[in-house]
């Protein structure tokens, strides 16, 4: 069955960087575009960026662009998440995303906190 691991999140100071990693199994990772999606207390889940299934394409929600890297590696069955010059609005939990014939698949986050 698909499952998605998300990790490396952690408490950091305004200013810093981070990356994130999603750990695919349970499906043919490299075929499937992929995406990163964030949720903060009281907010909404918002897409932060998504990434076709060769990793030539990325597509960054407004609040992201030119500060995160999206990046997937297929023969580790991987995406990754660098982040960089990190506000506190940046502080969420981290969510790896999967569509799959109409279905959406999520990991259990990760908790990413800017903060001095």
């Known amino acids: 069955q698909v499952q998605l691991v998300e990790s490396g999140g952690d408490l950091v100071q305004p200013g810093g960087s981070l990356r994130l990693s999603c750990a695919a199994s349970?499906?043919?990772?490299?075929?499937?575009?992929m995406n990163w999606y964030r949720q903060a207390p009281g907010k909404e889940r918002e897409l932060v960026v998504g990434?076709?299934?060769?990793?030539?394409?990325?597509k960054y929600g407004d609040s992201v662009k030119g500060r995160f890297t999206v990046s997937r590696d297929n023969t580790k069955d991987t995406m990754y998440l660098q982040m960089s010059s990190l506000k506190p609005e940046d502080t969420a939990v981290y969510y790896c995303?999967?569509?799959?014939?109409?279905?959406?698949?999520w990991g259990p986050g990760t908790q990413v906190t800017v903060s001095s």
């Open positions: 349970g499906f043919t990772f490299s075929s499937y575009a």
């Open positions: 995303n999967l569509r799959q014939d109409g279905v959406a698949y």
């Open positions: 990434i076709s299934s060769s990793g030539s394409v990325q």
